[in-house]
């Protein structure tokens, strides 16, 4: 099965700074590769997803971008600001979808410092 | 407007008890899930089902149960039989096996 790994588990930046979070994968047939951001104590939120036919996607400050080769996609944030602390979850889904769905990596914390 | 509704937001219960959980849907999705939050370990599938009358174990099946009888409809059961209850749990659904979840505001339950 699909095995999902995340980097790093804690990102703490500067208001204002970039923040990367980076997560690999193990299945080379996986196609859809979603972002989840998760406030406390609610459920998450899809925040932005990729299908591995493109290489890249932007939605203002975010973007994620996917390396099918290394097998690996990173979230990108720009211009941080304090309402994107939370915790981020990348996920992925191997063709065919897979008949138990997503498999989620552990999670970032991320925290914007003022 | 269509969205995924869980109850109770808090949830106490008392060793030996069985709790259900609920999880609604109106988006007319087919596929449901239930995953398990623990601080640190991410997301850990409980149960899915794909359709009305089926459902499959996930990788922490053991000590719940789950029932669909109705396509909007996916309860979770959490037995005497799990050791260690005391969690968040998330409802999620999606058009089909291809695409993203949405999920619902989760349950927090606590073993008092």
């Known amino acids: 099965g699909e095995n999902v790994e995340q980097h790093p588990s804690t990102l703490s930046v500067q208001e204002g700074d970039s923040a990367v979070i980076k997560c690999t994968y193990s299945d080379s047939a996986s196609n859809y590769f979603p972002w989840y951001k998760q406030e406390l104590g609610k459920g998450p939120q899809l925040i932005i997803d990729i299908r591995s036919n493109v290489g890249e996607k932007k939605d203002q400050r975010i973007a994620v971008t996917l390396n099918k080769t290394a097998k690996h996609f990173s979230l990108h944030i720009t211009e941080t600001q304090p309402e994107d602390s939370a915790v981020y979850f990348c996920a992925a889904r191997p063709t065919g979808g897979g008949a138990d769905g997503l498999t989620f990596g552990k999670g970032t914390h991320l925290i914007i410092q003022p | 407007d269509g969205g995924i509704t869980q109850s109770p937001k808090y949830l106490f219960r008392k060793e030996g008890q069985n709790v ?86 989760g349950t927090r339950l606590t073993v008092v």
């Not at chain 2, 007319?28 to 899930?33: S, T, V």
């Not at chain 2, 601080?39 to 029932?67: C, H, M, T, W």
């Not at chain 2, 996916?74 to 037995?79: D, G, I, R, W």
Request: aromatic share 14%; hydrophobic share 30%.
């Open chain 2, 20 to 105: 259900t959980l609920s999880c609604e849907q109106n988006l007319n999705h087919d596929a449901m899930y239930w995953y398990r939050q623990d601080p640190g370990q991410g997301l850990r599938l409980i149960y899915y089902s794909q359709i009305v009358n089926d459902f499959q174990k996930g990788d922490i099946a053991e000590g719940y149960s789950v029932s669909r009888e109705k396509k909007e409809s996916f309860p979770l059961t959490v037995t005497s039989a799990q050791k260690n209850p005391t969690a968040f749990y998330l409802c999620a659904s999606s058009i089909g096996t291809g695409s993203g979840y949405t999920f619902g505001s």
